[in-house]
């Protein structure tokens, strides 16, 4: 996994390489926790995103069990129901490595669908585990999914940038 630079490049830091990766899912997750005052609490999931923008960028970095931690320390700062962030991260993430696997070569559309789907999943089946069907939270949802879908090529490109720094640290 060497970087541009040839024979004489220096070798990555073990520590940067499993790390980064893992600092930045859960600095994600926290994001959740500044004081952000909004009218519509549209605050896409920024640790899931993240997440699956490593899981497609470079599937070795994380592991198939990596969510059951992030989902846990996910719904210990989000004030989800415990356990839902690790069932639902879970899950969508067997599902897009599953779609992986079947498809033959990959593009950015593609991860960009993909991801899409997760994190829809991910925000629809969290609403019905966390707030009862008569709450009128539907749009806000809505809106949710629609920010997160088009706010993840920001997010892939963020962790495109921290793996190419990943592999220069020495």
Same mark, same amino acid.
């Given at each position: 996994?060497?970087?541009?630079?040839?024979?004489?490049?220096?070798? %990555?830091?073990?520590?940067?390489?499993?790390?980064?990766?893992?600092?930045?899912?859960?600095?994600?997750?926290? &994001?959740? &926790?500044?004081?952000?005052?909004?009218?519509?609490?549209?605050? $896409? $999931?920024?640790?899931?995103?993240?997440?699956?923008? =490593? +899981?497609?960028?470079?599937?070795?970095?994380?592991?198939? =069990?990596? $969510?059951? %931690?992030?989902?846990?320390?996910?719904?210990?700062?989000?004030?989800?129901?415990?356990?839902?962030?690790?069932?639902?991260?879970?899950?969508?993430?067997?599902?897009?490595?599953?779609?992986?696997?079947?498809?033959?070569?990959?593009?950015?559309?593609?991860? =960009?669908?993909?991801?899409?789907?997760?994190?829809?999943?991910?925000?629809?089946?969290? +609403?019905?585990?966390?707030? $009862?069907?008569?709450?009128?939270?539907?749009?806000?949802?809505?809106?949710?999914?629609?920010?997160?879908?088009?706010?993840? %090529?920001?997010?892939? +490109?963020?962790?495109?940038?921290?793996?190419? +720094?990943?592999?220069?640290?020495?």
């Amino acid at each position: 996994m060497r970087q541009q630079g040839g024979a004489f490049a220096p070798e %990555p830091s073990p520590v940067a390489m499993w790390a980064i990766p893992v600092a930045s899912v859960m600095i994600g997750s926290l &994001i959740t &926790i500044l004081p952000l005052v909004a009218t519509f609490p549209v605050l $896409p $999931p920024l640790g899931l995103m993240t997440l699956l923008a =490593w +899981r497609m960028l470079r599937p070795e970095t994380i592991r198939i =069990w990596s $969510p059951l %931690p992030f989902g846990f320390f996910d719904d210990l700062v989000s004030g989800q129901p415990l356990g839902s962030a690790m069932l639902l991260w879970t899950l969508a993430f067997l599902i897009v490595d599953l779609l992986d696997r079947r498809l033959v070569s990959r593009d950015f559309w593609q991860d =960009w669908v993909l991801a899409a789907g997760a994190i829809a999943f991910c925000l629809i089946a969290g +609403r019905l585990l966390a707030t $009862p069907l008569a709450a009128h939270v539907d749009t806000v949802l809505l809106f949710q999914v629609i920010a997160a879908v088009l706010l993840y %090529p920001l997010v892939a +490109r963020l962790v495109a940038s921290l793996d190419t +720094r990943r592999g220069q640290s020495a």
